[in-house]
């Protein structure tokens, strides 16, 4: 847990990076969240593919971290759904899967986009070194420009929100 430990120090390391979780398996989900959360991020959770999709009709997240095993459902329509919203909103959302399942037979999904594969069980450290490699990598390739900082000071200016 060197990471953790490392990362202990700056809890706020994922401040308001608001990252959407996919997984069956409920023990996955909550290890995540808590995880993630005690680093600041804002996380939401979904049990199935038609739930994450439901929820993209709102949000739009910064990074999602999915399982690709989801008996009766292909998560293909969610890589792409979510695809479309980063171009829609111009932005790159980064994808993590996690599987038990070996790398060989990912391939298929390599070619829609996914940006990094974690085999279960997942230690900490490797998730959250991982998401924090997808994150930075974002910020190097998009940097922000003076449109999102004036955006982000409308939002922020609004009455009941507070100066960032």
Known sequence: MDVIRK??????????????????????????????????????????????LSLLDWLVPDMMISEINFKGERVDPLMQRLKYLAIANGKSIPILVTSTCPTKSLDQYMQVGVEAYLLKPI??????????????????????????????????QKPGNELA
């Open 123 to 156: 230690y900490p450290d490797d998730l959250v070194f991982n998401i924090w490699s997808l994150l930075l990598q974002v910020k190097i390739s998009h940097p922000p420009t003076i449109q999102d900082w004036s955006a982000k000071q409308t939002i922020d």
């Open 7 to 52: 990362f202990s120090a700056h809890l706020g390391i994922l401040k308001d990076v608001q990252i959407l979780v996919v997984d069956n398996d409920y023990d996955s989900r909550y290890l995540y969240s808590i995880l993630l959360e005690e680093l600041g991020a804002k996380v939401t959770s979904a049990s199935s593919i038609e739930q994450a």
